[in-house]
């Protein structure tokens, strides 16, 4: 094996020691929050539409929780408004709040030419 190899595969030998500490800390932040709210809570995905409430936007994924998160800051907006919140570009961000309208948490409305998307409080 080449001296560079070696060096790579330590390299990513460190970075999954470093992922797993992280998960099991994740974990035990996970145990600590389950013991808060007195008893189990259920990490599946929510039933399709609903509130946007704490719980839904935790079991989103990732980039759609970003968009979750800023749409329910703003309140409504249209797609560039909310790029502008999350820092992602308009089309990205048309694309998430779109999925979001699919899932039934975000609504959407015309006004003119502009799409408006907004949670229902």
């Known amino acids: 094996m080449m001296q560079g190899s070696k060096i790579s595969i330590h390299g990513v030998e460190g970075e999954l020691k470093s992922l797993n500490r992280n998960l099991k800390n994740l974990s035990k932040m996970l145990e600590t929050l389950v ?51 999350t820092g992602r570009v308009r089309a990205v961000e048309s694309d998430y709040l779109n999925q979001l309208v699919e899932m039934g948490y975000v609504k959407k409305r015309r006004v003119a030419r502009s799409a408006v998307f907004y949670t229902e409080r």
């Not at 808060?36 to 719980?55: C, F, I, M, N, Y």
């Not at 990732?62 to 800023?70: P, S």
């Not at 309140?75 to 408004?81: L, S, V």
């Open 35 to 85: 013991e808060a709210v007195g008893g189990a809570v259920e990490l599946r995905p929510p039933a399709k539409g609903g509130p946007l409430d704490v719980r839904t936007v935790f079991n989103l994924p990732d980039r759609l929780r970003k968009t979750a998160m800023a749409i329910a800051k703003l309140g409504e907006g249209t797609a560039t408004q909310i790029a502008a919140e």
